[in-house]
């Protein structure tokens, strides 16, 4: 047993040896505001038709290995233009894994923004590929000169773009996206994770570039739980990526829930609406509080920075009182004592709003 160490050490990539793993905040017992979840459930009439469909599936059966009628679902609710293909992922996240994979060779490099969603880095890492952060400008737009640079000195076989950007909130400017997707070399990764709450997409310009996918997922409208993301563009592309998709990736339980509720989308859209009223409520009672900084919000959560109070303490001092967040401070200088708090109910809001209070 006393080999086991050696044994590892020899043979895991080191590059896996020298990551973190991903830190999942416990957060039984509090008040969740830390990951962009819809705070609310469905009507207990609609789940009891739903128990219904469940009760006919059979789990001793393999799922549909290409999920056609959820993908024909997803296609209708997303309106993904009809000579577009489209791959289904367990997560957005799975779908950031495999064109990683199927793109990874020595000495190429994926790019995106600094600061931007953590799983880019982590996966180009994962898989052995270098990877180039590129800074945003103070106010968190995108910077064209050094993204171009970036891309000319590098030649990415990946960028990949959060529209709108987590944890800062903010969409890049159209016409600056469209600019860098025609500079590519390589493929564009259009992350929309945040369309619900944002209303903008690239989706409906897929036909004008040969080298842009949009990516969606259903996780931050409603159903985080059932792990479903969508990445749409030319078939191309899409049916190279599909070869290493594990086959039976998206499970029999959230295909038959994701039909279901997709059926019912107003539901889902009646919650989003209520969303973005409670975050533009939230955005103009934070920015009424003295030391503190907040930035306006095409997301379901709102970043803010604490000016004399250190972040760290706020962070801690809300978790005391119940209130979990995510505290952005360490993670990159422009989010210096930034804390990221995600849209609840209107009574969590209250709750995190009074808790903040008391620490100010
Ligand atoms: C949350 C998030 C994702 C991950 O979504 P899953 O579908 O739950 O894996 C992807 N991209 C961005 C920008 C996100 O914020």
Redesign the pocket.
């Given at each position: 047993m006393g080999s086991v160490v050696n044994k590892v050490k020899r043979w895991v990539k080191p590059v896996i040896q020298a990551m973190q793993p991903y830190h999942v905040a416990d957060a039984s017992g509090m008040v969740k505001l830390d990951a962009?979840e819809n705070p609310y459930t469905w009507p207990e009439e609609l789940k009891q038709r739903w128990l219904v469909e469940l009760k006919e599936v059979d789990v001793n059966r393999y799922p549909d290995a290409h999920a056609g009628p959820l993908q024909e679902k997803l296609r209708e609710v997303m309106a993904i233009p009809e000579n577009m293909s489209i791959v289904l992922?367990n997560?957005?996240?799975?779908l950031?894994q495999m064109i990683a994979m199927a793109l990874a060779q020595t000495d190429r490099t994926y790019i995106a923004t600094d600061p931007?969603?953590a799983?880019y880095r982590a996966i180009t890492e994962a898989v052995d590929v270098k990877f180039k952060g590129v800074s945003l400008n103070d106010d968190f737009s995108l910077n064209p000169d050094l993204m171009l640079s970036a891309i000319d000195q590098h030649q990415p076989a990946i960028i990949f773009l959060?529209y709108p950007?987590?944890p800062t909130g903010n969409l890049f400017d159209a016409k600056v996206v469209e600019n860098i997707i025609q500079a590519a070399p390589g493929v564009v990764v259009l992350?929309e994770?945040?369309h619900a709450f944002s209303g903008r997409s690239f989706m409906t310009r897929l036909n004008d570039f040969d080298n842009l996918l949009v990516?969606r997922?259903?996780?931050?409208s409603g159903l985080?739980g059932l792990?479903?993301?969508l990445l749409a563009g030319p078939n191309e592309w899409i049916s190279e990526l599909d070869k290493i998709r594990l086959p039976y990736n998206i499970n029999i339980l959230s295909q038959r829930t994701a039909e279901f509720i997709l059926a019912h989308h107003e539901i889902l859209d009646a919650q989003i609406q209520q969303i973005c009223q409670s975050r533009d409520t939230l955005y103009a009672l934070l920015a009424d509080l003295n030391d503190i900084q907040v930035w306006s919000s095409a997301t379901n959560f709102i970043l803010f920075r604490s000016t004399i109070k250190p972040g760290d303490d706020i962070y801690h001092g809300l978790k005391k009182q119940g209130i979990l967040i995510k505290n952005l401070h360490g993670n990159h200088q422009l989010l210096a004592q930034c804390l990221r708090v995600t849209v609840g109910t209107e009574d969590e809001n209250i709750k995190f709003l009074d808790a903040l209070k008391n620490l100010l």
């Open positions: 962009m992922g997560g957005s996240d799975e950031i931007s969603f799983m959060a950007n987590n992350d994770a945040y990516m997922t259903l996780s931050k985080a792990r479903l993301g």
